[in-house]
């Protein structure tokens, strides 16, 4: 511990993939000793942690008795969590210790659409109908309850993985098939494993707001760009610090009460919304920081540090929220046109114009690539702009295709 410089521990549940999420570790080792918990052992992880224990987190009793070791012998702050599949697991290691934190249940209810979506009808808030099904029978005979299109999805996984739409009857069986075959480690696989769900139209958001002693303060709002119909692939995510929805009271208080049901009081979520004619309705509550960058894209734009303010209110801190700047951030992912393997991707930085920020490979050499349903999340590379209005951050990811250069061979598009 003697990396530590006196910062305050936080046991780090996971730390998930590198492209995706090191601009954490970056930024919150730079108040916090992190402390790693997790089967692998450290790798790109070594710069900003203090110290590890192989476990599997995965398990609560595993992973809350190596917790307890490491309080043993460190005084702990805080449990710090971004991983989808971990977050439950990772409630229970700071019930356990007495440390800042929802209660177990109250992520299995935000992991399990179906619980949230019960706890939120009892609560008023306003949100798709929703029918829980096992089989594809069932998938049948709730769609025609509810009316075409309706959605069919995944009951425990986020992202988009397995979301599919089905415009008339002929389509429910390939939807069913996507919805119930997609998976990801960590996720619960369910009985019901499928919700069948009304079709609400228009823009789609996410907010990613931070609660501290139960209040709670939006921090990044991110309007979603979805492609691959009829599946719901988020492609793009574009965050305005000057968006006026962040102030909107008919979200706040749809964050508020969704929240305050299902008992969400300490950390940052990430809530999803469709923006329609009679308001926003709530598509989904994750326990944890956005994927896609989108906290990343909100310090850009808005100067706050929303990783910081998960890593702060997890060790019992209030979190620093006020906006210190005003620009447009954006992040486009590229796909493959058809199924391939990666014989190399190439960033050409001598193509970037003025708003283009960054722009990284997502993928080695010699990987597979499928879209769905075959495959979900099937990036190859992603490119950042910032600007000073949405438009230009916009026109600057219109040459992202040139920016990044795909080199593969195309692959069957055989069933999974």
């Known amino acids: 511990m003697d990396r530590d410089g006196g910062k305050p521990l936080l046991l780090l549940i996971g730390s998930s993939g590198r492209r995706s999420r090191e601009f954490i570790l970056r930024t919150v080792s730079r108040r916090y000793a992190l402390w790693l918990l997790q089967p692998a052992p450290v790798t790109w992880e070594e710069p900003y942690v203090v110290g590890s224990t192989p476990v599997d987190n995965t398990r609560p009793e595993p992973l809350v008795e190596a917790a307890r070791q490491v309080a043993a012998e460190h005084e702990v702050t805080g449990v710090f969590c971004y991983d989808e599949g971990l977050v439950s697991p990772a409630a229970h290691v700071a019930q356990a210790l007495g440390l800042p934190g929802n209660s177990p249940e109250m992520v299995a209810a935000c992991r399990d659409k179906n619980a949230t979506r019960n706890v939120l009808e009892r609560a008023g808030v306003a949100q798709p109908a929703s029918i829980g099904v096992r089989s594809l029978a069932e998938a049948r005979e709730a769609a025609e309850k509810l009316g075409f299109p309706v959605v069919l999805k995944p009951r425990g996984l986020a992202g988009g993985m397995g979301v599919r739409r089905a415009d008339g009857p002929d389509d429910v069986e390939s939807a069913y098939r996507a919805a119930s075959g997609a998976s990801y480690p960590g996720v619960p696989v369910f009985e019901v494993s499928v919700l069948v769900e009304e079709y609400v139209d228009g823009p789609e958001i996410s907010v990613d707001a931070v609660f501290f002693e139960g209040e709670c303060t939006?921090?990044?709002?991110?309007?979603?760009?979805?492609?691959?119909?009829?599946?719901?692939?988020?492609?793009?995510?574009?965050?305005d610090g000057g968006d006026p929805l962040l102030s909107d009271p008919q979200l706040i208080e749809a964050l508020r009460a969704s929240?305050?049901?299902?008992?969400?009081?300490?950390?940052?979520?990430?809530?999803e919304f469709r923006l329609t004619p009679n308001g926003p309705y709530l598509m989904e509550v994750n326990a944890r920081l956005g994927g896609d960058m989108i906290?990343?894209?909100g310090e850009l734009a808005t100067g706050v540090d929303v990783a910081m303010a998960a890593a702060d209110v997890a060790a019992g801190r209030r979190p620093e929220t006020a906006p210190t700047r005003r620009r447009a951030a954006a992040i486009t992912f590229l796909y493959p046109e058809q199924d391939v393997e990666i014989e190399s991707v190439?960033?050409?930085?001598?193509?970037?114009?003025?708003?283009?920020?960054?722009?990284?490979?997502?993928?080695?050499?010699?990987?597979?690539?499928?879209?769905?349903?075959?495959?979900?999340?099937?990036?190859?590379?992603?490119?950042?702009?910032?600007?000073?209005?949405?438009?230009?951050?916009?026109?600057?990811?219109?040459?992202?295709?040139?920016?990044v250069e795909l080199a593969g061979r195309p692959v069957e598009e055989s069933s999974r």
Do not use: C
């Open 218 to 239: 939006p921090l990044t709002l991110a309007r979603k760009q979805v492609g691959l119909a009829p599946f719901f692939e988020e492609v793009g995510h574009e965050v």
């Open 295 to 297: 906290p990343y894209l």
């Open 346 to 403: 190439t960033v050409h930085e001598d193509r970037f114009t003025p708003d283009v920020h960054s722009a990284d490979a997502m993928t080695d050499p010699g990987a597979v690539l499928r879209l769905p349903p075959r495959g979900y999340i099937s990036r190859y590379a992603r490119v950042v702009s910032v600007a000073d209005s949405m438009e230009r951050a916009r026109a600057a990811l219109l040459k992202a295709p040139e920016i």
């Open 259 to 271: 929240h305050a049901a299902l008992g969400f009081h300490t950390g940052v979520s990430h809530t």
